[in-house]
Every structure is written in C-alpha cells, then in structure tokens.
C-alpha cells in the first residue's frame, strides 16, 4: 500500500519564476492539504481540495493556487516566486470524513534564489 | 499570534527513562489533538491522536493526555529508545477539519544511550 508521493524532491528556482508540486495521496484517501514549513518552524496549512474543489484556506495570497485530480491526486502552484518561498511544501491526504488523520509525504525542498 | 505552543526547543532524556513532551493551546474550537515525529528529511508521521471528549489516550508506549480546562497537552514515552530521537510536533484542528491543522514549532527530541 503506497503512502503520500511528492514529486519533485528537490526544486531550485528564480525569484519570479512559477513553479509546480505534484502529490499522489495514500490509496482510498480523497482530500488532499497541502502545508508550508520554514525552516524552526512547525508547517503551515496552505490549502486543503476535496471533490476537486479548495474547501478550506489557510493565510496565503492568491499567488499560491491549487489543482485536485479525479483521481484525487494534486498540484500546487506558486506563482511569481519570492525568496520567502523558500520552504519545505508538505502535502497529506486523509479521509473527508476522518480530517484529524492526515498522513505526510515526505515533502519537496524548494530553493528561491 | 501562535495559537499551538511548545515552549521547549529540546529535550534530552535517557535511554529507558520517561519523555514527556508538552504542548499548550489558545483556541477553545478545537476539538482534536495529534501527536507527529519528524526525522530529517522525511514527512512528518503521525503517531497518536486525541479528541477533546477524552482526556486520555494509549497506544503502546505512547500515551497522551488532554487537559481541556488548562488548555494543555502531553506526550509520554515510555521507555525511551534511541530511536525515538526526533523532532515532535504537537498539531490541532477544530471539529470538522475547517482551517486544517495547526502546529506548533516542535520539539526536539534527544534520547541519551
């Protein structure tokens, strides 16, 4: 049984750039949450997608945006990067129903410069 | 304004000894309380969790304990092993998964042979 996948593991890119993160959720889970962790700090809930809907939104501006597949798997997207970009982008799936366990993947190291 | 708090950065402790890691919370809505281990590198992993209708909860040698009047949650370990050596994140959701979870910075976790 996989568990959460993120791809890539490893990302470098440009103030200005855009970029994309992609994240297969554990089998037979549905929604998908996506986090932001910096560096000493605990991760931040970005935004969560359901039904291919964004459901729930955390304290992000509009430059980072969200896909969710019919097959439940999901992208994030930032645009015009910035370097306080730079973080760890964590992504977990659950159960709609069972929201309070979100299982981790292991996340994608992005670098601004 | 933090609204999950862990006020302790580290934490050392012996092998075969009892950790106990704390964790403090302002926001009365919520309604579940979970328990992550980090290691370096990788995702956080979801170990314990607890809901504000029960005051204690066990799973092998971990337990957590919910204290709603102070606002105030534990994890024990015990006994400690060397691999148990990690960085632990206290989290917490309101009831129905609205605004994801909220984390605290972590502590870390130092297990002494």
């Known amino acids: 049984d996989a568990g959460v996948t993120q791809s890539p593991t490893h990302l470098i890119k440009t103030r200005g750039q855009q970029v994309t993160l992609r994240c297969s959720p554990k089998?037979?889970?549905?929604?998908v949450s996506w986090y932001q962790q910096a560096l000493g700090q605990g991760p931040q809930f970005i935004f969560q997608y359901y039904e291919e809907e964004e459901r729930q939104r955390g304290n992000f501006p509009d430059r980072f945006s969200g896909h969710q597949f019919p097959n439940y798997s999901s992208e994030l997207n930032v645009n015009a990067l910035l370097l306080g970009d730079s973080a760890l982008y964590l992504c977990?799936?659950?159960?709609?129903?069972?929201?309070?366990?979100?299982?981790f993947g292991p996340g994608t190291r992005l670098t601004v410069t | 304004d933090q609204q999950v708090k862990q006020n302790s950065p580290s934490l050392s402790v012996q092998e075969g000894r009892i950790s106990i890691l704390n964790c403090d919370y302002t926001?009365?809505?919520?309604?579940?309380f979970l328990w992550y281990k980090k290691y370096p590198a990788e995702g956080p992993t979801f170990l314990i969790s607890?809901?504000?209708?029960?005051d204690k909860n066990e799973d092998g040698r971990f337990t957590v304990f919910l204290n709603k009047s102070a606002k105030h949650l534990s994890l024990h370990i015990v006994p400690s092993q060397p691999g148990d050596s990690a960085v632990y994140f206290c989290a917490a959701m309101p009831g129905g998964g609205a605004d994801g979870l909220t984390f605290g910075k972590g502590t870390h976790l130092i297990i002494q042979p």
């Open positions: 089998s037979g889970h549905d929604t």
């Open positions: 977990a799936s659950s159960f709609k129903w069972t929201l309070y366990e979100q299982y």
């Open positions: 926001n009365s809505m919520f309604d579940y």
């Open positions: 607890i809901s504000s209708i029960k």
